[in-house]
């Protein structure tokens, strides 16, 4: 579903897999977690978290799909931990069967 504009899907997805192999994605990460609190004024390193979690439906194919009793949704969890701008530190998908403590 890429927008016209774009290369094929296929292309972009190349691109994309070998800029994860070569680490760019986290470097980018790494550059940006450090120079836009920079740029807002504070700390370049951060010195609070905020985890979450949210669970998703999944598909049968493959993933391990556990049931969350509290959503009512059987499917996966993803917690999440980020800066105080919003800038992701963590992310971890765990079965929705898992409880919030243990994900963090």
Not at 15 to 34: D, I, K, P, S
Not at 44 to 53: E, F, H, L, M
Request: proline residues 5%; contains cysteine; charged residues 25%.
């Amino acid at each position: 579903m890429m927008p016209k504009e774009y290369p094929p899907y296929q292309t972009a997805y190349e691109y994309f897999q070998n800029w994860q192999l070569a680490g760019v994605w986290e470097r980018l990460h790494e550059t940006l977690r450090g120079e836009v609190p920079e740029a807002a004024g504070r700390a370049r390193k951060p010195s609070t978290g905020i985890i979450d979690s949210q669970t998703v439906k999944t598909t049968e194919q493959g993933e391990v799909r556990r049931y969350d009793g509290g959503k009512k949704i059987r499917g996966c969890k993803r917690h999440l931990v980020v800066d105080f701008l919003g800038l992701l530190l963590v992310v971890g998908v765990h079965s929705a069967g898992i409880q919030d403590r243990d994900g963090a």
